[in-house]
């Protein structure tokens, strides 16, 4: 060792470590996923939706028909990212709660390396814009845990944020690990989607300008098309003449237009309507049009989304990289069943038990997709976009699990437009890339030994259309519906909640023959159905699937009663930042009191507290002199106005809310500890407060009451408390029900 060590610095020869390369040629990687879109609903997939970015990189690559993946959106992600089973690495069902099952901790185990954990040590950089939503929600405030953050699993960036869904007008944003506001509002133009490709522009476009020779993962997930569906107007309207002929016929015409593209076989049949979903002719013509809105709202929101992925398509082209980069596009589940047969205008209003009556939503069609709004479309265009397949996401069958996949990649994938039947799962992407990069999965990764992928690679199907197919089989589950697929064959029993397992009725079906399982053989083939349900129970005990577990809203109540504890009292000094829903104060369904504490001087307002945003929430400020506190239920505003003005010299300002046994909830302005003007509401927070989040000494987002946000507070705010009575009386299959919309 000393012979090294020369005697000067010009003889002396330091020995630096190697900086990690990647294989010659690993590409870029450039995932874009996408939310709640059915498998029909590219147009490259037959859908009139106009896509034309997405249906051109199809027509430069491949399409695959066989993509499977696993009904819901923190599962699949958390399939994607591993390339394990989502039950196998803690994600059995959704980030939203924790079961204590180790298939059901709604995180994804230390165990199961990410996408960018395994690439770091190939020199890759990886950056995360949009939803995340494989984290606890209860782990999203300002103190974390931040290890389930994307920063905390691989990525070096991120910009997006971490719940199921956000307002795209008034998104509830985070930058890596600390939520900021929104750069813009609705009145200046912003929406998210574009938000989120300025974001990923700039994160690449720094990347070359430091590091032009490393390679780096984009990963995209804007929040189209999960509900709220918001966008620009205009863009809403010139989808009406589009959908004005109904679900029925959008169906037919879709299925003929696959076959003409060769995405379905050509004598695939058309299933018969979902439970509930009712003929469009029996419906009144003002129903049509609202139904027919609601759908182009949809729609706008993936073309918005098509167009902006243009402009990241096109940034690519300009800087020398499209060649290099590989361009992967698809969905997390099937098209939602949480608009239910009618769809909404605002969802807030009829999850805390306040009607939408039909008059009111064909009234409101105007604000379809605008900032007041948390709008879903009905079953029957769910329905559609899930064309052939049956049912929807949250569900086994094809409609839940089917889904589109587009890959791109002009420097490797010599093909053009052609389509693959192999059936291929979420958990094979990661087994993918990794084959195409030339590397293998880490033993261990920060000391923890890693289990085994699960997932199978389907790299060679990308040049070679008669690449073998998948051999493993492939399980689903998810609230109790099951499945399993394999060698294209496929075993599935939709669960009714809150019925004896052993009663569902397995259906069997030879997808390599039936691709929108409409012939069920159970009847015919009993022996290979049995063959087939035995595996599943194999898969399952395999993979941490066990327990079944089919309860909805015990499993968010329970949740919730564990986060929070015994905890009554929260306390907000001046200076917090903003709160996320899962972590602010749980007023739902219960009495409790706010308290602000203030110094005035005279001619203060603004802001004191706020929960939520213009579509469901509360908010107490000082307007015009005087105290108010506005509780916003769907839309419906009950406001309270102090008796009196507030004196000069009032320190303490509050609210204080009685939760009525079988009546109307009181609520009691207090100046100084003394009441000062009280109203009673008929509706409250029976199931949710807002999915947008609590701020103190302004209202960030868009506007919980009549006043223009953010409405800063003039005054000096010191702190806020708020106090909440031990009488929570929380339904908790309606709390599951709005939860699941959530999702």
């Not at 695939?268 to 709202?297: C, H, I, K």
Request: negative net charge.
């Amino acid at each position: 060792m000393a012979a090294k060590i020369g005697r000067t610095v010009a003889d002396s020869v330091p020995e630096w470590p190697e900086a990690p390369r990647p294989p010659k040629g690993a590409p870029n990687i450039l995932v874009v996923l996408f939310d709640d879109v059915g498998f029909s609903d590219f147009g490259c997939y037959g859908s009139p939706i106009r896509t034309p970015v997405i249906d051109r990189l199809a027509a430069e690559g491949v399409r695959y028909s066989g993509f499977h993946t696993t009904a819901m959106c923190s599962t699949t992600r958390a399939a994607l990212l591993t390339g394990r089973n989502h039950h196998s690495v803690g994600v059995g069902c959704l980030a939203n709660f924790d079961s204590g099952y180790p298939g059901y901790r709604g995180k994804i185990a230390r165990e199961a390396a990410t996408l960018p954990e395994m690439l770091r040590p190939h020199g890759y950089r990886s950056y995360m814009v949009g939803k995340w939503h494989v984290t606890p929600l209860t782990e999203t405030g300002p103190s974390g845990p931040f290890d389930g953050w994307p920063l905390g699993r691989g990525f070096d960036r991120f910009y997006g944020f971490m719940d199921a869904e956000t307002d795209q007008y008034s998104p509830e944003l985070v930058r890596d690990n600390t939520p900021i506001a929104a750069p813009g509002t609705y009145e200046t133009g912003y929406h998210l989607t574009e938000d989120l490709v300025d974001q990923s522009i700039r994160y690449l476009a720094d990347h070359i300008a430091d590091a032009p020779d490393t390679p780096w993962l984009l990963w995209l997930a804007p929040g189209a098309c999960h509900a709220p569906h918001q966008a620009p107007a205009e863009l809403i309207r010139s989808y009406d003449e589009v959908f004005k002929d109904g679900w029925d016929a959008e169906r037919e015409r879709r299925l003929a237009r696959q076959k003409a593209l060769g995405i379905v076989p050509p004598d695939t049949r058309l299933p018969p309507p979902n439970d509930g979903v009712r003929p469009w002719d029996s419906y009144e013509p003002d129903e049509q049009r609202l139904f027919t809105r609601l759908q182009s709202a949809f729609a706008a929101m993936l073309d918005h989304a098509d167009r902006h992925l243009g402009r990241l398509v096109d940034f690519l082209d300009r800087a020398g990289l499209r060649d290099d980069t590989l361009i992967l596009v698809l969905s997390d589940n099937g098209a939602s069943q949480e608009g239910g047969p009618q769809g909404f205008v605002n969802a807030m209003g009829p999850f805390n038990f306040r009607g939408e009556s039909m008059a009111e939503k064909i009234a409101r069609i105007d604000d379809i997709g605008g900032p007041d709004t948390h709008s879903n479309f009905p079953q029957g265009w769910a329905m559609a976009s899930n064309t052939p397949l049956r049912r929807y996401k949250q569900n086994t069958h094809g409609g839940g699990i089917r889904d589109p996949l587009v890959v791109s990649w002009p420097k490797g994938i010599p093909a053009r437009g052609e389509v693959r039947e192999r059936f291929a799962h979420a958990c094979d992407l990661v087994p993918t890339l990794l084959d195409v990069i030339g590397i293998s999965p880490p033993e261990t990764v920060q000391g923890v030994a890693q289990m085994p992928l699960e997932g199978e690679s389907f790299a060679a199907s990308l040049t070679d259309p008669a690449a073998p197919p998948r051999r493993a089989p492939q399980y689903f589950e998810m609230f109790g519906h099951r499945g399993l697929w394999k060698d294209g064959w496929k075993a599935v029993a939709f669960h009714p909640p809150g019925t004896p397992f052993d009663e569902d009725r397995w259906e069997l079906f030879h997808l390599d023959r039936d691709f929108s399982e409409t012939e069920d053989l159970a009847e015919r083939e009993p022996e290979r159905l049995k063959a087939l349900t035995d595996e599943w129970w194999r898969q399952a005990e395999a993979h941490n699937v066990l327990p079944l577990d089919d309860r909805f809203g015990q499993r968010f109540a329970d949740n919730a009663a564990r986060f929070h504890g015994a905890r009554r009292r929260f306390v907000f000094h001046k200076g917090m930042g903003h709160l996320p829903t899962d972590v602010a104060p749980d007023v739902r369904a219960r009495s409790y009191r706010i308290e602000a504490e203030v110094r005035l001087t005279g001619g203060e307002a603004g802001v004191l507290i706020a929960h939520g945003d213009a579509t469901s929430g509360y908010s107490l400020y000082v307007e015009e002199g005087r105290l108010k506190h506005t509780l916003n239920i769907g839309g419906e505003k009950t406001t309270v106005v102090s008796d009196r003005p507030i004196p000069a010299g009032a320190t303490r300002l509050g609210v204080v809310s009685r939760r009525g046994e079988n009546g109307p909830r009181t609520f009691t302005l207090t100046i100084d500890g003394e009441p000062a003007g009280e109203v009673a509401a008929v509706n409250g927070f029976n199931t949710l407060i807002s999915w947008s989040g609590l701020d103190i000494g302004l209202d960030r987002g868009s506007p919980v009451a009549e006043y223009a946000a953010p409405f800063a507070f003039t005054g000096t705010l010191r702190k806020v408390t708020v106090t909440m009575d031990p009488d929570q009386a929380l339904d908790g299959e309606a709390v599951g029900q709005a939860e699941m919309a959530r999702q």
